[in-house]
């Protein structure tokens, strides 16, 4: 009786080991769903302000 005592001491601990792990990615993937979101939205806005111009680095200012 004792051994099924511990080895379900030791499934709840590893079931509340586990539970924290999920709600600590669930939190990672909700942060980086927003900030994906927010990169998405400052591109859209670019897009929009930007007229759609592509800028290369080897490329002169047109004032050169």
Known sequence: M???EEQI???IRTVDELS???NRQQS???QLTHRVAMLMER???RE???GGGV???DERPPHY
């Open 2 to 4: 004792q051994h099924l």
């Open 9 to 11: 001491a030791h499934l």
């Open 20 to 22: 924290d792990v999920i």
């Open 28 to 30: 990672e993937i909700d």
């Open 43 to 45: 591109e859209r806005n």
């Open 48 to 50: 929009q302000d930007g």
């Open 55 to 57: 800028v290369f680095g």
